[in-house]
């Protein structure tokens, strides 16, 4: 809904590919012509199952699958509440399982997922344990999928942003 994965839609509908952005929060009209905007939860698999649905309707395939939706912060390993750094994993690396499981059906033989990993995802910063975790998992993510989807020449890549302003 905003940063980066904002961006990407904006460009992708420049070029003229049909884009569907889907967030938990609100969404920025980039177009009624050939965008959808979908409330989707990518924590929730019923919340993803229906969105996926949903984009399929609306334009019969989806070419390109940009698993982009991602949560940061500090979780130093003393902390006490777990939840964040359950949230960060959750949000980051289930959430992309989620949402690719559900697209891989609708995806053309030589379509594309990309995952927007991070430079965290190959080096540590000490108090972003879960983040470093969840993006480096998006890379193991994205080995494996690369090979279990090469045989209908469905590309699958990780990009590795640094430190964007956004």
Known sequence: SR???LAIAKKLHQ???SVALCARSPIEDIGKDRALALEMDVRDPKSVDAGIRRI???FGRIDIVVNNAGISGV???EAHDTAPWMDIIQTNVIGAYYVTRAAVPHIP???RVVMISSVLGK????GYTAYCTAKTGLIGFTRALALELAPRKITV???CPGWTDT
């Open 3 to 5: 940063g980066m994965g």
């Open 15 to 17: 070029e003229g590919a």
């Open 56 to 58: 399929a309707d609306r």
């Open 75 to 77: 979780t130093p390993i």
């Open 109 to 111: 033989n030589g379509g």
């Open 123 to 126: 080096f540590g910063v000490p």
């Open 157 to 159: 890549n990780a990009v």
